[in-house]
């Protein structure tokens, strides 16, 4: 596994539902990182990343386990 952080801007796949409320069906899906709070993070990169799903109309928050990297911006 990666130690980097996530980036703004980046796909990400949902391979947990550990430590949120939220879409329970949301296992899998690929979304987009539109935020990241640092401020909410236990140790490094183990920050709270708001991630942009389909079919939700808000950000939903997932720690950096609950995430892998699908790509990133520089991929596009």
Do not use: C, H, Q
Request: charged content about 35%; hydrophobic content about 30%; cysteine-free.
């Amino acid at each position: 596994m990666s130690t980097r952080a996530f980036e703004v801007g980046e796909r990400v796949r949902v391979v947990g539902n550990l430590f949120r409320s939220g879409p329970a069906d949301s296992s899998g899906a690929i979304g987009i990182v539109r935020s990241v709070d640092k401020e909410r993070r236990r140790t490094e990169p183990y920050y709270i990343y708001y991630v942009e799903l389909p079919g939700e109309d808000k950000l939903t928050d997932f720690e950096y386990r609950e995430l892998e990297l699908v790509s990133s911006e520089s991929d596009w």
